[in-house]
T-cell receptor
């Protein structure tokens, strides 16, 4: 069955430190991959997406993600975290005629 | 440009009362439409999706229902709310099923 896993429920990093949020998926073919961010009480905003081509994708707000087919992963990274990055992050995967599926989310806390 | 609206923004309802949440999309035609729910501290749960007027698919059996009376209007309803219906309800749309979804601002529902 198709699944999206975000192994980390909650991550805390210091402001200015680097960040990596993990996402693994289980799909039959190369899926379409997305990262969304949700601030408290808000809807979801797309950070970046991968369809094909270069496996390192740049997004908004200084985020990037790398698609690794061999590991079935699409991890989100940021070299230096800002306090405003504190939010919930969702990985999502879509494929073929199937609707997009979301991971359970990772809550990011940024320490001053 | 496309926009998505949800109302009301917040709602407090007693147990056993009816519910009607509305979602409308502007600037696009024949979108796929989705209703999600987020319980406190939980991820996104897909409730319903629709690929066209009058076409509704339910992901999870429950006391909620959805309708799509017009191309860009999606309504979430209940005849009798339960305490467990409390949560944050998000509407989203997409051009095709596996592609990027665009989210509304959400409705915070509290059932007392």
């Amino acid at each position: 069955a198709q699944s999206v896993t975000q192994p980390d429920i909650h991550i805390t990093v210091s402001e200015g430190a680097s960040l990596e949020l993990r996402c693994n998926y289980s799909y039959g073919a190369t899926p379409y991959l997305f990262w969304y961010v949700q601030s408290p009480g808000q809807g979801l905003q797309l950070l970046l997406k991968y369809f094909s081509g270069d496996t390192l994708v740049q997004g908004i707000k200084g985020f990037e993600a790398e698609f690794k087919r061999s590991q079935s992963s699409f991890n989100l990274r940021k070299p230096s975290v800002h306090w405003s990055d504190a939010a919930e992050y969702f990985c999502a995967v879509g494929e073929g005629n199937n609707d997009m599926r979301f991971g359970a989310g990772t809550r990011l806390t940024v320490k001053p | 440009s496309q926009t998505i609206h949800q109302w009301p923004a917040t709602l407090v309802q007693p147990v056993g009362s009816p519910l009607s949440l509305e979602c409308t999309v502007e600037g696009t035609s024949n979108p796929n439409l989705y209703w999600y729910r987020q319980a406190a501290g939980r991820g996104l749960q897909l409730l319903f999706y629709s690929v066209g007027i009058g076409q509704i698919s339910s992901e999870v059996p429950q006391n909620l229902s959805a309708s799509r009376p017009q191309d860009r209007q999606f309504i979430l309803s209940s005849k009798k709310l339960l305490l467990s219906d409390s949560g944050f309800y998000l509407c989203a749309w997409s051009v095709i099923s596996y592609n990027e979804q665009f989210f509304g601002p959400g409705t915070r529902l509290t059932v007392l």
